[in-house]
């Protein structure tokens, strides 16, 4: 089934900027319908949304978390790093050929 | 205030079966998606299945086709995840989700652990 891919790990100082990628397989879930969701998960918690539809964001996200598209890439790019953006980030799409949900493997972002 | 309740989780032996429950309170369940994801110790987040709001639509990873079986019942406003035959590596922590596609509106239980032994 198809395959997100981001890296493993990011880091940034305070302040800094990041952007975390999000590779497809294969182009149809990155540029589906439903777009790119991507989720901030804190240990020992569950997931929470931080972005969906590849660029959008929910009520109550800071705005310094944004998402976008390019190609069959999607990236979430957090300015100014704060401590407590410490956290796994997951990227996840919809493929509506396969009728899967596909998460990428997630990557664990430390602030130094 | 929107909740989703996991129950049934524990420690079962390999080949053995268990069901898991998700009470759903704070939205119309009825007119919802919903989807069970999966994230074993230590690792990624995994889709497991989902249901459409009538239950007509099922769908399921091929990691637990034949094997797993998602329902729902409407007038209880509760999600069903039946697991048999299970796998040692079935285990992890089983998350109840509102959607499945993808959205503002979706939302995760605090998800239920199922540990399978050999």
């Known amino acids: 089934q198809s395959v997100l891919t981001q890296p493993p790990s990011a880091s940034g100082a305070p302040g800094q900027n990041i952007v975390i990628s999000c590779s497809g397989s294969?182009?149809?879930?990155?540029?589906?319908?439903?777009?790119v969701t991507w989720f901030q998960q804190f240990p020992g918690t569950a997931p929470k949304v931080v972005i969906y539809?590849?660029?959008r964001r929910p009520s109550g996200v800071p705005d310094r978390f944004s998402g976008s598209i390019s190609g069959t890439s999607a990236s979430l790019t957090i300015n100014g790093l704060q401590a407590e953006d410490e956290a796994d980030y997951y990227c996840?799409?919809?493929?509506?050929?396969?009728?899967?949900?596909?998460f990428g493997g997630g990557t664990k972002l430390t602030v130094l | 205030e929107v909740t989703l309740m996991e129950a049934g989780g524990g420690s079962i032996a390999a080949g053995g079966s268990v069901r898991l429950s998700c009470a759903a309170s704070?939205?119309?369940?009825?007119?919802?998606?919903m989807s069970w994801v999966r994230q074993a110790p230590g690792a990624g987040l995994e889709w497991v299945a989902g249901?459409?709001?009538?239950?007509?639509?099922?769908l399921y990873a091929d990691s637990v086709k034949g094997r797993f079986s998602i329902s729902r019942d409407n007038s209880r406003n509760t999600l069903h995840l039946s697991l048999n035959n299970v796998r040692v590596d079935d285990t992890a922590m089983y998350y109840c989700?509102?959607?499945?596609?993808?959205?503002?509106?979706?939302?995760w239980g605090h998800g239920v652990l199922v540990t399978v032994s050999s």
């Open positions: 989700v509102r959607g499945m596609y993808g959205g503002s509106d979706e939302y």
């Open positions: 704070g939205f119309n369940f009825g007119i919802n998606v």
């Open positions: 249901i459409r709001t009538t239950g007509g639509t099922i």
């Open positions: 294969r182009p149809g879930p990155i540029i589906g319908p439903y777009g």
């Open positions: 539809s590849s660029d």
């Open positions: 996840a799409s919809w493929d509506t050929g396969l009728n899967f949900r596909a």
